[in-house]
């Protein structure tokens, strides 16, 4: 490459980059930094707590026969950090239709199975405290109910 | 105006188009490519722990460029090849053996394992994004002209092609330049979506401590079962404050690293940048703590590798001689 041929790669390198952050591309691939940017303050502070054990246990499903069962790490293929990512964050923020179908191609199931998985269910404790004075915890139970819905058979 | 456009052109040419030789260029590569087998283990350790003869997962959320190519799910037994394979190229480009090849393999399997790694899960991960930067410069550069076997290998066969001073500077200046910009990118994303109280309200340090605290699980009371000292952190107001103050200070004085000269300086700032990585993989199990091997860009290798020379040798030749 010539010097000149530089110059011209380097300034167009530079108005890439600095187009997306002017243009808050926030998922821009090269210039992406806003991960631990976003916060809201709050008065009252609430954290999901994690049961180092809960998540061994697999997670509770219902499949298209009616039959309950409870699908585990090693049924998935995950490995344990994957799990546990899955069980106390994504379960409760991915939509619905990407985890059921995720979970029923890995095992093979297709819509019409008695086996297919129609509903996920994953029980879960939020811990609140306030922020002035974090030591005057209390909590509540929650459950986060995934459903099939059959509409979502066209994208299967 | 001629003249102010004959000042800018020769800045512009001082800045990207000097200082640096091939063997600094080279040094910086193999002490970044080192660097980077570690850090390529820290990033993608958890597929090495999946099953390789069992069944793929469908991905949750496939990344974005998985999907034009159909990879819906990942490959147990050919990604932990993949993998041997990444590792194995990253100490060939390290070693400057078939530089620009080996350093384009790194960039597309870390591409592939990158997003087998965050498309598990439907993630999006921004830790790669500087290593993955300087490879591209490194492909792009002529990086294998300085203390690589490519290099040995052409001497050995005739005169081997010259990599003059403007040819192994502008890669260090653009690596220098990116990985700067990246933690001012960082400032600015915290001013735009959460404004100056992500920085001066001790309660967003204190929110991060406290979540992050609970990740082994928690007592009745609220505490920390393992790792008390982001539970603790959390509670010491000025220190937070502090915590928040100096990450403002970190990521938007970054830049200014470019206009410091001095080695001790730039080392002082970036072992300061470097302790606080390590402390958010302490305090806050954020992964960083390997990247700054991105900062061997901001010295000059060969010049210090030379001055050791000179050292060593002074130093024999004292000893012979016998004066003290």
């Known amino acids: 490459m010539t010097r000149r041929a530089v110059t011209v790669l380097i300034i167009g390198w530079l108005a890439v980059h600095w187009t997306a952050v002017a243009y808050e591309f926030d998922h821009f691939p090269l210039t992406d930094a806003g991960m631990y940017a976003n916060w809201k303050k709050k008065e009252i502070l609430s954290y999901l707590v994690r049961d180092t054990e809960s998540y061994k246990q697999g997670f509770t499903i219902t499949r298209r026969d009616g039959a309950t069962d409870a699908v585990r790490m090693e049924e998935l293929n995950l490995p344990r950090r994957h799990m546990y990512q899955l069980y106390f964050q994504k379960i409760h923020r991915r939509p619905a239709p990407l985890l059921l179908r995720s979970f029923n191609k890995t095992l093979g199931h297709e819509p019409d199975d008695p086996g297919f998985i129609v509903r996920i269910t994953v029980p879960y404790v939020v811990m609140h405290r306030r922020a002035d004075d974090i030591g005057n915890v209390w909590t509540e139970s929650h459950v986060t109910t995934l459903d099939w819905d059959e509409k979502w058979r066209k994208s299967w | ?324």
Request: with cysteine.
């Open chain 2, 1 to 324: 105006m001629a003249q102010v456009v004959v000042k800018i052109s020769e800045a512009w040419n001082r800045f990207w188009f000097t200082g640096y030789s091939a063997e600094s260029l080279g040094l910086i590569r193999l002490c970044f490519g080192i660097g980077l087998f570690f850090f390529n283990l820290t990033q993608l350790w958890t597929l090495l722990l999946i099953d390789a003869s069992g069944d793929p997962f469908y991905y949750v959320r496939p990344v974005w460029y998985f999907e034009p190519f159909g990879l819906e799910h990942n490959f147990p037994r050919l990604d932990l090849v993949l993998l041997a394979t990444l590792q194995l190229a990253t100490l060939s480009m390290a070693f400057g053996y078939r530089t620009r090849l080996s350093t384009l393999l790194v960039i597309v399997l870390v591409c592939y394992l990158r997003g087998v790694r965050d498309s598990i899960l439907g993630e999006g991960h921004h830790r790669y994004h500087v290593p993955f930067n300087l490879l591209v410069i490194l492909a792009v550069a002529r990086s294998g002209g300085g203390h690589s076997v490519d290099a040995r290998r052409a001497s050995n066969t005739g005169a081997p092609p010259a990599v003059e001073e403007w040819q192994a500077s502008w890669p260090i200046m653009a690596m220098q330049v990116y990985t700067a910009s990246f933690y001012f990118w960082s400032f600015l994303a915290k001013v735009r979506t959460t404004g100056w109280d992500w920085f001066f309200d001790p309660r967003r340090i204190q929110d991060l401590l406290l979540e992050r605290s609970l990740t082994w699980g928690v007592t009745a009371q609220g505490e920390p079962v393992f790792n008390a000292m982001p539970y603790w952190l959390s509670q010491q107001e000025e220190l937070c404050r502090l915590l928040g103050v100096g990450t403002l200070v970190m990521e938007a004085g970054f830049p200014l690293i470019l206009l410091v000269k001095r080695p001790l300086a730039r080392l002082a700032f970036l072992a300061g940048v470097a302790f606080f990585h390590l402390a958010n993989l302490v305090l806050a199990y954020v992964s960083f703590a390997l990247l700054p091997i991105a900062f061997f860009v901001f010295f000059d290798l060969e010049k210090a590798r030379l001055q050791l020379v000179a050292w060593r040798q002074r130093r024999a030749r004292d000893v012979v001689s016998g004066s003290p």
